[in-house]
């Protein structure tokens, strides 16, 4: 059948998107920024892109004429504390404009649990996005579900931050809040398990694991599978702010999803029933099995998608191809270059930059300058990589976002997302007399701008050294 897939490039629709390929589906990834699908080229060639943006005006130009099933995949959370809502509303009625107009069977929503009478801005928006999709000319399934556990996800993540890096932790008592996990696997089940079945039409699921658990014990759980032990401790006074200060500190989390998620962890998420595992059969995996699988995938290198990906993960807004065009008017330049004895090897060094490999020198002061990004509220180091030796266009590198990575043209392109006055990229590139190319490009904002760049010329004249030095080591 064929199924049109928002989100494609998401953490589920990444994870989603190989398995209906695998069923035989025709598929329509439906993305903003084609450019930053990051996808490989068999899969490429294997399914059809819509580029379009839900937030903007509806038009039917390169609208898709037929299609079976839509999965609505899209949220805002990450993208601001004030009027994500209004972001999402919107998104899902021009979504319904759209699916009215093609004519689509059946919509597939993944929501969030929303048992509570009252419920959390988050959860809010989440029901809201229901209602509007309701209205929608269209058969209408809704799978709740509450924390996504896998290896890359945004829940995962943190509670591996917080347990990794603090053995002993003075916690909110939100941390006391009763939940629901669900492996991302079970969750993929799910989503795969109701297309066109008419049992599920125009209605809403909860969708968790067998275990209901508290923060607190998710954590000491994640340690006891992990095999250490960790010490946590509750008090009454951290306020909302302060725990949301407390997660961007210690986890990769942003400030703003940070803010949106202490805002729902003080909500129970926990399914008011199991209709939908009957009707499908599914046995969902324990919390500690889910961690254990979410490790395997860790330790050989599989990570499919991670939510640090994601553009909302950062301050990059864009989409990539504004750019990819290095600007040079009024612009700022570190321009070195070396020749270079084995240029395989040389790639291989490039497209391995960053997370736990480092920048090939001084690590102490790019560390210094990620811990000083995150005081100003920045990305900082923490987001790391998700693959040890792949980079795809769009993929979030330490406190850079990958502008193009074509190992073809031997061409990485780099834009900053730390806090700067200005917009700085980072290109490597190898030529076709093998020499490599490092250039560092910074368009400054105003005299402080300029003054910020010039106060570090010192610096670079180290750092950028040593590093194209150590790069081109054959």
């Given at each position: 059948m064929?199924i049109?897939?928002?989100?494609?490039n998401?953490?589920v629709?990444?994870?989603?998107?190989?398995?209906?390929?695998?069923?035989?589906?025709?598929?329509?990834?439906?993305v903003r920024?084609?450019?930053?699908?990051?996808?490989?080229k068999t899969?490429?060639?294997?399914?059809?892109?819509?580029?379009?943006?839900f937030l903007?005006?509806?038009?039917?130009?390169?609208?898709?004429?037929t299609?079976?099933v839509?999965?609505?995949?899209?949220?805002?959370m990450?993208?601001?504390?004030?009027?994500?809502?209004?972001m999402?509303s919107k998104a899902?009625?021009?979504?319904?404009?759209?699916?009215n107009y093609i004519?689509?069977?059946?919509?597939?929503?993944l929501?969030?649990?929303v048992?509570?009478?009252t419920?959390?801005?988050?959860?809010?928006?989440r029901?809201?996005?229901?209602?509007?999709?309701?209205q929608?000319n269209?058969?209408?399934?809704v799978?709740?579900?509450?924390i996504?556990?896998?290896?890359?996800?945004?829940?995962?993540?943190?509670?591996?931050?917080?347990?990794e890096?603090l053995?002993?932790?003075i916690?909110?008592?939100?941390?006391?809040?009763k939940?629901?996990?669900?492996?991302?696997?079970?969750v993929i089940?799910?989503l795969?398990?109701v297309?066109l079945k008419?049992?599920?039409?125009?209605?809403?699921f909860?969708?968790?694991?067998?275990?209901?658990?508290?923060?607190?014990?998710?954590?000491?759980?994640?340690?006891k599978?992990?095999?250490?032990k960790n010490?946590?401790?509750?008090?009454?006074?951290?306020?909302?702010?302060?725990?949301?200060?407390?997660?961007?500190?210690?986890?990769?989390t942003?400030?703003?999803?940070a803010?949106?998620?202490?805002?729902?962890?003080?909500?129970?998420?926990?399914?008011?029933?199991?209709?939908?595992?009957?009707?499908?059969g599914?046995?969902?995996?324990?919390?500690t099995?889910?961690?254990?699988?979410a490790?395997i995938?860790?330790e050989q290198n599989?990570?499919?998608s991670?939510?640090?990906d994601?553009?909302?993960?950062g301050?990059f807004?864009?989409?990539?191809?504004?750019?990819?065009?290095?600007p040079?008017?009024?612009?700022?330049k570190d321009?070195?270059k070396?020749?270079?004895?084995?240029p395989d090897k040389?790639?291989?060094?490039?497209?391995?930059?960053?997370?736990?490999?480092?920048w090939?020198y001084?690590?102490?002061?790019?560390?210094?300058r990620?811990?000083?990004?995150?005081?100003?509220?920045?990305?900082?180091?923490?987001?790391?990589?998700?693959?040890?030796?792949?980079?795809?266009?769009?993929?979030?590198?330490?406190?850079w976002?990958v502008?193009?990575?074509?190992?073809e043209?031997?061409?990485?392109?780099?834009?900053a997302?730390?806090?700067?006055?200005g917009?700085?990229?980072?290109?490597?590139?190898i030529?076709?007399?093998?020499?490599?190319?490092?250039?560092?490009?910074?368009?400054?904002?105003?005299?402080?701008?300029?003054?910020y760049?010039?106060?570090?010329?010192?610096?670079?004249?180290?750092?950028?050294g040593?590093?194209i030095r150590?790069?081109g080591?054959?």
């Amino acid at each position: 059948m064929k199924i049109l897939l928002t989100g494609a490039n998401g953490y589920v629709g990444r994870r989603l998107l190989p398995e209906l390929l695998s069923a035989g589906h025709d598929i329509i990834c439906c993305v903003r920024d084609k450019n930053r699908l990051g996808l490989d080229k068999t899969t490429l060639e294997a399914i059809t892109i819509w580029e379009v943006d839900f937030l903007e005006e509806v038009t039917f130009d390169n609208c898709p004429k037929t299609v079976d099933v839509a999965y609505y995949l899209i949220h805002s959370m990450s993208s601001s504390t004030q009027v994500f809502d209004t972001m999402e509303s919107k998104a899902a009625e021009n979504f319904n404009h759209y699916m009215n107009y093609i004519g689509v069977k059946q919509v597939v929503y993944l929501s969030g649990i929303v048992n509570n009478h009252t419920l959390s801005k988050h959860l809010q928006s989440r029901k809201n996005v229901e209602d509007i999709l309701y209205q929608g000319n269209f058969n209408i399934t809704v799978l709740r579900a509450g924390i996504i556990v896998g290896s890359g996800s945004s829940s995962f993540e943190i509670i591996r931050d917080l347990c990794e890096k603090l053995p002993l932790m003075i916690t909110p008592k939100w941390v006391l809040t009763k939940a629901q996990p669900i492996a991302i696997r079970d969750v993929i089940q799910y989503l795969m398990g109701v297309l066109l079945k008419e049992e599920c039409y125009n209605d809403s699921f909860d969708i968790g694991g067998p275990n209901v658990l508290t923060y607190k014990q998710m954590m000491q759980l994640y340690a006891k599978t992990r095999g250490f032990k960790n010490w946590i401790y509750t008090v009454p006074i951290m306020t909302p702010k302060l725990s949301s200060y407390w997660l961007y500190f210690v986890t990769s989390t942003s400030y703003k999803l940070a803010m949106n998620l202490v805002d729902s962890m003080k909500m129970e998420v926990i399914c008011n029933d199991n209709r939908l595992q009957k009707i499908l059969g599914i046995k969902p995996i324990s919390y500690t099995d889910a961690i254990k699988l979410a490790f395997i995938k860790i330790e050989q290198n599989l990570v499919i998608s991670s939510w640090k990906d994601s553009l909302v993960s950062g301050r990059f807004q864009h989409n990539l191809s504004e750019f990819v065009q290095v600007p040079t008017f009024g612009c700022l330049k570190d321009e070195k270059k070396i020749k270079i004895e084995n240029p395989d090897k040389v790639l291989d060094n490039i497209w391995t930059i960053g997370g736990l490999k480092g920048w090939y020198y001084g690590n102490w002061m790019w560390q210094a300058r990620g811990f000083m990004d995150k005081l100003f509220g920045g990305v900082g180091l923490r987001r790391g990589r998700t693959h040890p030796s792949q980079l795809d266009n769009g993929d979030s590198l330490d406190f850079w976002r990958v502008l193009l990575a074509n190992k073809e043209e031997k061409r990485l392109l780099l834009f900053a997302e730390m806090r700067l006055p200005g917009e700085a990229w980072l290109e490597f590139r190898i030529d076709e007399e093998n020499v490599l190319h490092q250039i560092a490009t910074f368009r400054p904002r105003g005299l402080w701008g300029r003054l910020y760049w010039y106060s570090l010329v010192p610096f670079h004249y180290f750092i950028f050294g040593g590093m194209i030095r150590n790069i081109g080591k054959g």
